[in-house]
T-cell receptor, first 111, second 110 residues
Framework: GAGVSQSPRYKVAKRGQDVALRCDPI?????LFWYQQALGQGPEFLTY????????KSGLPSDRFFAERPEGSVSTLKIQRTQQEDSAVYLC?????????FGPGTRLTVT | GQNIDQPTEMTATEGAIVQINCTYQ??????LFWYQQHAGEAPTFLSY????GLEEKGRFSSFLSRSKGYSYLLLKELQMKDSASYLC???????????FGPGTRLSVLP
């Protein structure tokens, strides 16, 4: 079946621009996670949804980062007034229980 | 705090066996996961341990000792395609918080 998909795959933004990253999880997966991965590092947790409820957003680095999942399926991670330090790969994962299934990621470059 | 340590890089020869270690100190423990990540690709699930002992799955095995805060991933009969980063991740007590280690970059040489 279809896996987790993310769009766009690559995004170049000028510093100060707002960006929106989309995640389509595997159908039926209740849990959805967002991670930020810097080059050569492991993914760092940003936020977690159970259906439409955002149960943990402790990893969001600043109030410029906002995530939503209004109907408990597709999720959007929005970054306002992007900064150069926001450049990273943003990974989305969905889970039916324990193991997580990751999407291909969106590589964000802020210039 | 939460901390997961793995060696940064390892090198092994095709056909050999390699063991990648992971030590962790986390707020609570609800399972340890290993993922494989090829360069530029998404992590893919390899194994899950929640009880002490060895879990075997084909050429890959994973071991856990909760009292020691220690796990390893054992890869047998190495193939060139096993060259990748291997990520250790721990699921803590709070919500669904997963903490990933920095990853171990494995290079398999002919």
């Amino acid at each position: 079946g279809a896996g987790v998909s993310q769009s766009p795959r690559y995004k170049v933004a000028k510093r100060g621009q707002d960006v929106a990253l989309r995640c389509d999880p595997i159908s039926g997966h209740v849990s959805l996670f967002w991670y930020q991965q810097a080059l050569g590092q492991g993914p760092e947790f940003l936020t977690y949804f159970q259906n439409e409820a955002q149960l943990d957003k402790s990893g969001l680095p600043s109030d410029r980062f906002f995530a939503e999942r209004p109907e408990g399926s597709v999720s959007t991670l929005k970054i306002q007034r992007t900064q150069q330090e926001d450049s990273a790969v943003y990974l989305c994962a969905s889970s039916p229980g324990n193991e997580q299934y990751f999407g291909p990621g969106t590589r964000l470059t802020v210039t | 705090g939460q901390n997961i340590d793995q060696p940064t890089e390892m090198t092994a020869t095709e056909g050999a066996i390699v063991q990648i270690n992971c030590t962790y100190q986390t707020s609570g423990f609800n399972g340890l996961f290993w993922y494989q990540q090829h360069a530029g690709e998404a992590p893919t699930f390899l194994s899950y341990n929640v009880l002490d002992g060895l879990e075997e799955k084909g050429r890959f095995s994973s071991f856990l000792s909760r009292s020691k805060g220690y796990s390893y991933l054992l890869l047998k009969e190495l193939q060139m395609k096993d060259s990748a980063s291997y990520l250790c991740a721990v699921k803590g007590n709070y919500g669904q918080n997963f903490v990933f280690g920095p990853g171990t970059r494995l290079s398999v040489l002919p």
